[in-house]
C-alpha cells in the first residue's frame, strides 16, 4: 500500500492551500496537461469525456428547445468588430490579433474571435429580410480565445471550448423570454446533472455584457467560499440590429430592427465540478456527469475464474451504467486509490470469496460507504445507488452554500463578514454604481447578481444608508 499511501499524499489538502489543491487534482486525475503556449491547456481524454457529456446533456436540451447548431470562422476583422462601440471597448483588453499571412502583413487585422455576435450579425443582416424569416435560434461549439494575464486550468484559459447561442426575434418580448429560458436550462442542468446549486439572477449594469441590454447569470459557490460565474444570458436588445442593419419587414411591411440575445456556458464548468464536490482524495463526479460510473476491481485477479467473472459482470452492468475493468497489474489498493483520484462514483470489488457467495462489495466514492449485494441484483441495485449519490452529492452542496451565505445590513458588518467568513453575502443596494464600486475597495467584492427571488434583509443601502432598491448576492470570485 506503499504507492497507494504515495498517491494521496501528493494532493495538498484543500484547507492548506486551495489552489494548489485544485492543480493537484487536474493534473493527477488526468483532466489536463500543459502545452507550450503559456495558459493555453491539452485537455486530456478523461477531460474531454467529461466535457463530451455536458455537451450530449445540453445539445439535446438546446435541440428540444428549437436550436439548430452552425459554424461560423474564427476570424473576425477589425472594422466588423468595431462596429458596436461598447462592444469592442469591452473585449479590446484580451484581443489577440493576427497581423500577417505568411509573410505578408494583412491589409486589416484579424482579431480571433473572443466571442461571435459580430459574426453571427453580419450573417443574418444577409439572410433575414421578412418577419417569416424569423426567430433565428442558432448555436455553435467552438473555441474562443482571450488574452488572460492570470490563467488556471478550466477556470480562466488564453483559449477555451465553450458553446455560445445566438438568436434573433421580431419582439423585444420574445428576446427577453429566450433569454431568461436559456438561463433557465443552465440552471436546471447545473442543479440535475452536476450537482451544483446556483443563485439565478440579473447582473448590475456594471457587470453586464459589453454592448447587451440585460444579462443574466447562474452563479455558484465553490469549497472555499468563492463564487463562480457558472454560465450567462444575454439579452442584446436592438443594439447590435442597429448596428449592423438587421431589419426584417413586418406584417405591414415596415421595416422593424430585430431584438436579440446570446448566451453560453464553458469548460470553466467543469473547474466548477472540481471545486464543489472535490475533496483531499481528489475528484468526485456527480453520477450522471462522469464518463464512468462504476469500475470494476478484480480481487487476487490471478487466481482462476476471478477476470472472466469481472468481464461477465461488465457486459451485465454496461445496459444499465456506464463501467468499466480494471485488469491491470497494479495492486488493488493503488485501484482504488487511482478511481477515488477520478472521482468514480462506484467500485464494485469483486473475488474468490465474493464469486463463492455469489456477491460484490460495492464503495461510494462520496461517502467511502460499502455494502455487499449478491450478484443477481446488480442491474438494479447500481441504478439505485447512482441515483442515491446524485441526489446525496447536491444535498451536500446546497447545504454547504446555505451555510455558507450571510446577511450584512451596514458597511461594517459587510466588511467583518468579507475578511472572516469566505461565502455569499446578502445585503441591500440602492442601485448606485458609486456604492457598488465602494463596496468592492473597502471589501474586495463584486456584485454577483440582483437574484430573481428578491428578499429585504433591510430597507436600506448596506453602503451609503439610502432607500435600498434591490437584494444583492455580493462575493469574491473566480
Known amino acids: 500500500m506503499a504507492k497507494n499511501q504515495k498517491l494521496v499524499k501528493d494532493i495538498t489538502a484543500m484547507d492548506v492551500d486551495f489552489a494548489k489543491w485544485y492543480t493537484d487534482i487536474v493534473k493527477k486525475a488526468e483532466l489536463v496537461d500543459y502545452s507550450s503556449v503559456k495558459g493555453c491547456m491539452i485537455i486530456r481524454p478523461y477531460g474531454y469525456a467529461i466535457w463530451e457529456n455536458i455537451q450530449k446533456y445540453l445539445d439535446a436540451k438546446?435541440?428540444?428547445?428549437?436550436?439548430?447548431?452552425?459554424?461560423?470562422?474564427?476570424?473576425?476583422?477589425?472594422?466588423?468588430?468595431?462596429?458596436?462601440?461598447?462592444?469592442?471597448?469591452?473585449?479590446?483588453?484580451?484581443?489577440?490579433?493576427?497581423?500577417?499571412?505568411?509573410?505578408?502583413?494583412?491589409?486589416?487585422?484579424?482579431?480571433?474571435?473572443?466571442?461571435?455576435?459580430?459574426?453571427?450579425?453580419?450573417?443574418?443582416?444577409?439572410?433575414?429580410?421578412?418577419?417569416?424569416?424569423?426567430?433565428?435560434?442558432?448555436?455553435?461549439?467552438?473555441?474562443?480565445?482571450?488574452?488572460?494575464?492570470?490563467?488556471?486550468?478550466?477556470?480562466?484559459?488564453?483559449?477555451?471550448?465553450?458553446?455560445?447561442?445566438?438568436?434573433?426575434?421580431?419582439?423585444?418580448?420574445?428576446?427577453?423570454?429566450?433569454?431568461?429560458?436559456?438561463?433557465?436550462?443552465?440552471?436546471?442542468?447545473?442543479?440535475?446533472?452536476l450537482a451544483m446549486p446556483v443563485v439565478k439572477g440579473r447582473k448590475t449594469e456594471k457587470e453586464k455584457f459589453a454592448g447587451g441590454v440585460r444579462t443574466y447569470t447562474i452563479e455558484s459557490l465553490m469549497h472555499d467560499g468563492k463564487a463562480l460565474q457558472s454560465g450567462t444570458s444575454h439579452n442584446l436588445g436592438d443594439n447590435f440590429a442597429k448596428a449592423f442593419g438587421i431589419q426584417y419587414s413586418d406584417k405591414d411591411q415596415k421595416k422593424q430592427y430585430v431584438h436579440e440575445t446570446s448566451w453560453g456556458v464553458t469548460t470553466r464548468l467543469i473547474g466548477a465540478i472540481i471545486m464543489v464536490h472535490g475533496d483531499d482524495e481528489g475528484l468526485a463526479l456527480p453520477p450522471r456527469i462522469a464518463p464512468i460510473q462504476t469500475v470494476i476491481i478484480p480481487i487476487a485477479q490471478h487466481k482462476e475464474g476471478v477476470l472472466e467473472k469481472a468481464e461477465e459482470l461488465r457486459e451485465r452492468i454496461a445496459k444499465v451504467a456506464r463501467v468499466k475493468v480494471d485488469s491491470t497489474d497494479k495492486m488493488p489498493g493503488w485501484k482504488f486509490s487511482e478511481y477515488e483520484m477520478k472521482g468514480v462514483p462506484v467500485r464494485l470489488e469483486v473475488g474468490p470469496k465474493d464469486i463463492e457467495n455469489n456477491q460484490v462489495v460495492l464503495v461510494r466514492r462520496d461517502t467511502r460507504e460499502k455494502e455487499v449485494v449478491s450478484m443477481d441484483d446488480l442491474e438494479v441495485r447500481i441504478p439505485q445507488l447512482l441515483e442515491e449519490i446524485q441526489t446525496a452529492m447536491f444535498e451536500r452542496a446546497k447545504a454547504h452554500r446555505d451555510e455558507n451565505t450571510f446577511v450584512a445590513t451596514n458597511l461594517d458588518e459587510f466588511k467583518e463578514i468579507a475578511e472572516n467568513k469566505p461565502g455569499f453575502i446578502k445585503a441591500m443596494w440602492c442601485g448606485d454604481l458609486e456604492c457598488e464600486e465602494k463596496i468592492k475597495e473597502v471589501a474586495g467584492t463584486s456584485s454577483r447578481c440582483m437574484p430573481f427571488e428578491q428578499e429585504e434583509v433591510s430597507d436600506v443601502c448596506v453602503c451609503c444608508g439610502k432607500p435600498a432598491k434591490s437584494l444583492v448576492y455580493w462575493g469574491k470570485a473566480y
Open 62 to 193: 438546446f435541440k428540444e428547445t428549437g436550436h439548430e447548431n452552425v459554424y461560423m470562422p474564427m476570424f473576425i476583422p477589425e472594422s466588423l468588430l468595431e462596429k458596436e462601440k461598447s462592444h469592442v471597448e469591452g473585449f479590446a483588453p484580451e484581443v489577440a490579433w493576427v497581423t500577417h499571412g505568411g509573410s505578408e502583413e494583412l491589409t486589416e487585422r484579424l482579431c480571433v474571435r473572443p466571442t461571435s455576435e459580430t459574426l453571427f450579425c453580419e450573417h443574418y443582416a444577409r439572410i433575414v429580410q421578412s418577419y417569416k424569416d424569423l426567430p433565428k435560434l442558432y448555436n455553435q461549439w467552438c473555441s474562443v480565445v482571450r488574452w488572460e494575464k492570470t490563467t488556471r486550468p478550466f477556470l480562466r484559459t488564453t483559449e477555451f471550448l465553450w458553446q455560445e447561442g445566438h438568436t434573433i426575434h421580431a419582439t423585444a418580448e420574445e428576446a427577453e423570454a429566450e433569454t431568461v429560458k436559456m438561463l433557465n436550462v443552465y440552471a436546471d442542468f447545473c442543479e440535475n446533472v
